[in-house]
């Protein structure tokens, strides 16, 4: 097995006794000397180099960078974080990082709700270069401001996945439930049922799926759903209604809603959460579905409203692969079943099939080229012990012998790949492994190569 490609110990961001312990327990389970190295190089990714840690009035503050791009993700730093839960109960330096995190989301939604990403530094202007030119109202402390509803959702998820785990209830002051006050609010105005609201945004760019029509988008029948204007992947929506984000937007307003009335004490906010999910989740049910050409029925990907349906699917998470990976529908779900058979598929125009793999990518990189993150997330969903085993052995032999996952490969010849540091897909490959073995450990025990 070749050297650890780990930083040296000295010069990693962050330790967690608990996660070093988890490396060591799931390596000695896999008898893959590749698939081992693999595993111990990217699971503790995110924490060995994307974490700053410091202190904001006295508290616990974290700041979690996406890999080679030097700001905050709302998405990705909730997701890269998501592989450790099950050990922050009694690990002090784990609590703290989470703490910190949690606090973080909660002045970045009040900063600014419509913005992605954000700067370490709240009084900074971008460093993104790309981003400099946008309109929109930008204000220092954002690093892009793309509305992206699943944003959101993931500073909910989060903060609801680590109460849970822990019981830790100290993150959740007050400057927390005023932004998750405003998270609803912001779900509300961008139902768009008395106007288009306040956001606005537009970019110069040769790419048509960096900007949006007027600002706003195309225009969409007020069904009840909430607007986007763009995908997880940062890429605008073809239809401002994009699906899997509504309904992760319904699951995270319902954990929302638990947590509110067990922690925080607000019946008025717990019940504001639920009556919107309820809302949201009727639309996508009434308006978010759509017949195949061979009369499937499935759900869509993006929709306007009007009947005008979007089928596809785009790797980043949320996507309609995702949907039982994210909780948002049960595994057994006959829809969301028939769903992910189309995603994968060829009636999926964005799902590639070469000589090295198959898989979905999207618009943001191109034709072509599979994420791993697609093929991880079908084995994090299935309880199908070929296709879990057939994604390891894939996933083995797309790193391009460099030790960690990429953003994408090319279909044919994974040497050909993206980012070479994207934390959020090194950790979601770590907590697949785990899952395997605390579920299936048999299949470790297959050597791949």
């Known amino acids: 097995m070749p050297p650890s490609n780990r930083p040296a ?81 009694g690990d002090a330096a784990l609590t703290a990082l989470y703490r910190g995190l949690i606090r973080r989301h909660a002045r970045c939604v009040l900063l600014d709700p419509y913005a992605n990403a954000f700067t370490h530094d709240p009084a900074d202007t971008t460093a993104l270069a790309w981003s400099r030119g946008d309109q929109t109202a930008m204000k220092p402390g954002v690093a892009e401001r793309k509305w992206e509803v699943d944003s959101l959702c993931y500073v909910l998820r989060l903060a609801h996945d680590y109460w849970r785990a822990t019981g830790d209830v100290e993150p959740f002051d007050a400057t927390w439930a005023d932004a998750a006050r405003t998270i609803v609010a912001t779900f509300r105005e961008q139902q768009r049922k008395d106007g288009p609201g306040p956001y606005r945004f537009q970019r110069q760019s040769t790419q048509p799926t960096e900007t949006t029509l007027a600002g706003i988008g195309v225009p969409t029948r007020k069904v009840g759903m909430i607007h986007s204007a763009f995908r997880p992947s940062d890429d605008a929506c073809t239809y401002p209604f994009n699906i899997p984000g509504n309904l992760f937007a319904v699951a995270t307003l319902r954990e929302l809603a638990s947590l509110a009335g067990a922690v925080l004490a607000d019946a008025a906010l717990s019940a504001d959460a639920l009556t919107l999910a309820a809302e949201v989740e009727a639309a996508v049910m009434a308006h978010g579905t759509m017949l195949m050409p061979d009369g499937r029925q499935v759900f869509a990907y993006e929709t306007d409203g009007y009947g005008n349906h979007l089928f596809m699917d785009d790797a980043n998470v949320p996507s309609l692969l995702g949907l039982a990976y994210l909780r948002c529908l049960p595994a057994d779900y006959a ?42 997330v079908r084995a994090l969903s299935s309880v199908d012990d070929g296709v879990i085993e057939a994604s390891l052995a894939t996933l083995r032999g797309s790193h391009a012998a460099t030790g960690f996952m990429h953003e994408a490969f090319d279909k044919d010849d994974p040497a050909k790949f993206t980012r070479s540091w994207f934390a959020w897909v090194n950790g979601l490959f770590g907590e697949l492994v785990v899952k395997v073995a605390n579920e299936r450990p048999h299949l470790l025990a297959t050597r791949y190569g």
């Not at 125009?349 to 791993?372: D, L, R, T, V």
Request: charge should be negative; charged fraction near 20%.
């Open 335 to 376: 829809l969301w079943r028939t769903t992910a058979q189309a995603v994968w598929s060829a009636d999926n125009p964005w799902f590639f099939s070469g000589k090295a793999a198959e898989g979905i990518g999207g618009p943001h990189i191109g034709e072509g080229q599979i994420w791993p993150m697609s093929i991880i």
């Open 9 to 89: 110990v000295a010069a990693r961001r962050f330790a967690s006794p608990a996660v070093e312990r988890e490396i060591e327990r799931v390596s000695a389970l896999i008898a893959d000397p590749e698939l081992r190295w693999l595993f111990s190089n990217c699971y503790p990714n995110t924490l060995d180099t994307t974490v700053l840690l410091g202190t904001v009035d006295g508290k616990d503050d974290a700041f979690v960078i996406t890999g080679d791009i030097p700001a905050l993700w709302l998405r990705d730093s909730a997701a890269q974080l998501r592989p450790y839960l099950h050990l922050a109960r």
